[in-house]
């Protein structure tokens, strides 16, 4: 098993180009705004819904963390969240990410936000198994072949004994993770001085 093949670029600046995307968004959207209405149906709907979105992604991935940082490299982890999906830690990030698009109000970020995020972490993650399959050759193979990329399966849920948790990695991971929740107030702000007038809209998205 070779464990010492360095990471593939893409993969060791996946959160750099994470943070630059979330500066890119947050620039588009102060000069930019929905159709819908503050204080109507449609944003409070997704306000309720954003909170919901970003707690679970937090969470979430502070619980992949437990089980699999700083061991990533040097053993195939398959129990708990990996049990059921083989990227646990960016299902929870996708679903951050729609809260995000959520907690802007503006449908078309709801669904653009994601897509883009999907788009994105396809190449990633094909680039991270072709690594992993060079690392751990038939036992990820077979992992592949039994655990979705994706979309859970619970039925396929399995768990260990015990697990050791290394805690500069979950808190790592709970640090990054944190930065979802930084939109929530920036996004809320914006709406504030978008309905003000102290900032200008440049364009409506439905």
């Known amino acids: 098993m070779n464990t010492t093949e360095p990471l593939p670029p893409l993969l060791k600046a996946r959160i750099r180009h994470s943070w630059i995307a979330g500066i890119v968004v947050l620039a ?3 000069v930019t705004d929905g159709a819908f209405a503050y204080g109507g149906m449609f ?3 997704c306000e309720w819904l954003s909170y919901g979105a970003l707690v679970l992604c937090v969470l979430g991935r502070g619980w992949c963390s437990a089980y699999i940082g700083g061991r990533k490299k040097y053993a195939l982890i398959t129990n708990g969240p990996y049990s059921v999906t083989r990227n646990p830690l960016y299902v929870f990030s996708f679903i951050g990410v729609v809260g995000v698009g959520l907690a802007s109000g503006v449908f078309s970020y709801v669904v653009l936000l994601p897509l883009l995020f999907a788009a994105y972490y396809r190449v990633v993650v094909r680039r ?7 690392a751990f050759g038939k036992d990820y193979e077979n992992y592949m072949l039994t655990v979705p990329r994706w979309m859970p399966n619970f039925a396929l849920w399995r768990d260990a004994d015990e697990i050791t948790v290394m805690p500069h990695y979950l808190r790592h991971t709970l640090r990054d993770s944190a930065a979802f929740f930084l939109a929530l107030p920036l996004l809320q702000f914006t709406q504030y001085l978008h309905a003000s007038g102290a900032l200008p809209v440049l364009l409506r998205l439905p």
């Open 43 to 45: 944003r409070v709907a």
């Open 28 to 30: 588009i959207l102060l």
């Open 128 to 134: 991270e198994e072709a690594y992993l399959l060079a």
